[in-house]
């Protein structure tokens, strides 16, 4: 037996089990049991709350658009008729809060990426860095300039761009479920992909 062949196969079914399992869920999560529910909430969690984050850059408005995200996932479940992924579903109602929101304040400069730490005000993508005390400090430097110039490119980006660059670098969709999620066709989301793309290289030309 072909092994390569044999692996694909493997993922293959696996993959169909796992999208029978989902399906499993939201049925019965449309059928009133809350804990499906509750389990489909906790397979996203995560994506949801770290997209919003990535998005709007306050954990609190973050937060925000994760409590009504699932809050409209919970009220139009019944009406999910498998037309699309569920994932696709939840990152469309996701995509449009953010982008609501962001249009509303425009992402106020002053939150920047900083949060609020025991140690004072840092900015969360360095938190988030490795801050081993065996880091190389020219290391620690180097990838704090990345982060820089990373943020002030996002900050850059349309609302759109930044959205697709987000759904497609962090979130790991595909162009079509991107297009899907954002009603419009994977040619445009493929196209706002390389916009943002251009501008992300053009700002780390000398580190990349």
């Known amino acids: 037996m072909d092994t390569r062949a044999g692996i694909i196969g493997n993922v293959g079914v696996r993959g169909a089990m796992e999208r029978s399992g989902e399906e499993a869920l939201i049925r019965a999560a449309q059928g009133g049991d809350e804990d499906a529910f509750a389990q489909l909430v906790r397979s996203y969690d995560h994506q949801v709350l770290r997209m919003a984050l990535n998005l709007l850059r306050s954990p609190e408005d973050a937060r925000d658009i994760y409590q009504e995200a699932f809050l409209r996932v919970y009220r139009n479940l019944p009406k999910f008729r498998f037309d699309c ?52 400090p020219q290391r620690r430097m180097m990838s704090a300039e990345v982060n820089s110039r990373v943020q002030e490119v996002l900050n850059r980006l349309t609302d759109r761009e930044r959205l697709v660059f987000e759904m497609r670098h962090f979130q790991g969709m595909r162009l079509r479920s991107i297009g899907e999620a954002l009603g419009v066709t994977e040619e445009a989301a493929k196209n706002c992909l390389f916009r943002a793309t251009q501008k992300m290289r053009a700002a780390l030309g000398d580190f990349v």
């Open 85 to 136: 992924s569920f994932s696709t579903w939840l990152y469309r109602i996701v995509a449009n809060l953010c982008l609501d929101q962001i249009r509303k304040r425009k992402v106020r400069k002053e939150e920047g990426s900083a949060v609020t730490t025991g140690a004072g005000e840092v900015d969360r993508f360095q938190y988030v860095a490795e801050q081993r005390a065996d880091v190389d």
